[in-house]
């Protein structure tokens, strides 16, 4: 009680000096006659922060079976307001994954599809095949660009911020980058002695696998790269292997990186360091596809010998492997549960900590290749080797 009376004579007090430094007689009565009106209200009520108000969350996420912009957009402007609805919504969704329903099919490609990658807004969609080309389309399958940079299968792709170039490697032992803008290949790097099998981009750093028995990080400028310009590529760094690389993937903080061999080695590395922190043969043949889980604890890896195997990232042990019933050529993972492909096509949901496989679906006549998969997990495309891309969409 104390305390309010102060503030109420501080507030007195306040009010009592404005209304005496106003010299001007006419102020002075359309001050008072406001202060009788209304009230007189002090500059500063609080010195703290008004506590952050508790947003609803969703209970129940959009139903609609069509396809927008920001349903392939791997950030929707939508879900900016909610952050703190992000990780709800992927949890829903992930638990949702059984009930993937396909929305679209469309067949672009000659030779089976190698690689997926999404504008930022969602409105196009690149992939790479065996054909050795680039395909340029719409979410309503419309192709609108086709490309090709030599006669040898394109690996992988990826689109550089602001979605103007587009990243692709190749058997030829090449990365080719395609300007959007100007419709053709705007510069070629050349820093392998044997095919480039995967790629990815982190702050103005390009990655490469190959399988010359090399992972090499680049320093290129995204920036310049769209100003039509040829740029250098600075070697920064370089990780030798013992066999072909197949497969690599980044840690979500950027710091880690995780390789995959022909030989079934998985090898932990910290990007400032040429030694691995840690690695392990937890497969017997080839290694597929390798992925951090989102908390960066530990690493998902599918092989030709038709297991998931899940390591520790700090202390580079096999924690669990999964005998699946065929071999898995792609996956994505959310920490304990996974959408994989496999060899006859079928898509599946597995969850890590029962090891059992919870749904199938049906998708290509032939061996799932690659997928792709936006931020908040709510769509997924997936190509084969049959040469068709997927679209599909988890309901809810």
């Avoid at 032992?173 to 990815?200: E, K, P």
């Avoid at 691995?276 to 530990?298: E, Y």
């Avoid at 898995?328 to 492909?341: A, K």
């Amino acid at each position: 009680m104390r305390e309010e009376w102060t503030v109420i004579v501080y507030i007195c007090q306040c009010v009592y000096v404005c209304f005496c430094s106003i010299e001007d007689p006419d102020q002075k009565i359309a001050m008072l006659t406001q202060i009788l009106e209304f009230g007189q209200t002090p500059r500063q009520l609080f010195t703290t922060p008004h506590p952050q108000r508790i947003t609803p969350r969703f209970h129940n996420l959009s139903a609609t079976p069509s396809l927008s912009s920001s349903d392939f957009s791997p950030v929707s402007p939508s879900m900016e307001s909610f952050e703190d609805l992000t990780e709800e919504s992927k949890k829903m969704a992930w638990s949702n994954m059984n009930k993937l329903t396909l929305q679209s099919c469309h067949k672009l490609h000659k030779e089976a599809v190698t690689d997926i990658a999404v504008t930022l807004s969602g409105d196009f969609v690149f992939s790479t095949s065996q054909d050795s080309t680039l395909k340029m389309f719409s979410k309503d399958g419309a192709l609108q660009r086709s490309t090709s940079f030599s006669n040898m299968a394109l690996s992988s792709c990826l689109i550089l911020p602001e979605d103007k170039i587009v990243v692709c490697s190749s058997w030829d032992n090449n990365v080719y980058f395609y300007s959007v803008a100007y419709g053709r290949r705007q510069d070629t790097l050349m820093g392998h002695d044997d095919a480039v099998s995967h790629i990815c981009w982190r702050d103005d750093k390009l990655y490469t696998a190959s399988w010359d028995s090399t992972v090499k990080i680049w320093e290129c400028v995204a920036a310049e790269i769209s100003d039509n310009k040829r740029t250098p590529f600075n070697l920064i760094a370089e990780f030798e292997h013992e066999s072909g690389v197949n497969t690599l993937d980044l840690s979500p903080a950027g710091t880690l990186l995780a390789t995959g061999t022909k030989e079934g080695t998985l090898t932990v590395w910290d990007i400032t360091s040429p030694l691995p922190l840690n690695q392990l043969t937890c497969h017997s043949g080839k290694i597929h596809q390798v992925a951090f889980s989102p908390d960066s604890r530990h690493i998902l890896s599918v092989g030709e010998d038709s297991c998931f195997a899940v390591t520790d990232v700090q202390t580079g042990m096999l924690i669990s492997t999964v005998h699946a019933e065929e071999e898995q050529r792609c996956m994505c993972w959310d920490g304990s549960t996974v959408l994989s492909g496999g060899l006859s096509g079928e898509l599946s949901v597995l969850n890590l900590l029962s090891s059992k496989v919870i749904h199938k679906i049906p998708a290509h006549s032939g061996a799932v290749s690659c997928m792709w998969m936006n931020e908040q997990c709510s769509s997924v495309i997936t190509g084969g080797e049959d040469k068709q891309i997927i679209l599909w969409k988890p309901q809810y």
